[in-house]
Nanobody, 131 residues
Framework: QVQLVESGGDLVQPGGSLRLSCAAS????????IGWFRQAPGKEREGVSS????????YYSSSVKGRFTISRDNAKNTVYLQMDSLKPEDTAVYYC????????????????????????WGQGTQVTVSS
């Protein structure tokens, strides 16, 4: 069973930085994608960034491109989300999610930020950007 555990959420001032971690375990094959999503109170869950396990392709939403960086450490089975130049509107619970590549029915570039793409979810970590 795939398990995902997020960490690193915190209270940070506008303009500050945070790095979130997603520790993954339980994959039965090496080809999967991990995505970061966020959900603010009263809003729908929003796809933020995604990365494949097998190559360097990454995907970002327009709201975070240029400020957030996704990366992975396969030796540690961990995916990171480096968040810089944080804004109050980045305040949300951040989730990591995963699915196997073979389950995709459309190119990842099309569905990377669609929550329905992902089968496994972590419990979330709170990020608050406020002065």
């Amino acid at each position: 069973q795939v398990q995902l555990v997020e960490s690193g959420g915190d209270l940070v001032q506008p303009g500050g930085s945070l790095r979130l971690s997603c520790a993954a375990s339980g994959f039965t094959n090496a080809y999967y994608v991990i995505g970061w999503f966020r959900q603010a109170p009263g809003k729908e869950r929003e796809g933020v960034s995604s990365i494949m396990s097998s190559d360097s392709k990454t995907y970002y939403s327009s709201s975070v491109k240029g400020r957030f960086t996704i990366s992975r450490d396969n030796a540690k089975n961990t995916v990171y989300l480096q968040m810089d130049s944080l804004k109050p509107e980045d305040t949300a619970v951040y989730y990591c999610a995963a699915t196997y590549i073979f389950t995709l029915r459309s190119p990842l570039a099309v569905v990377a930020h669609d929550a329905d793409t992902y089968e496994y979810w972590g419990q979330g970590t709170q990020v608050t950007v406020s002065s």
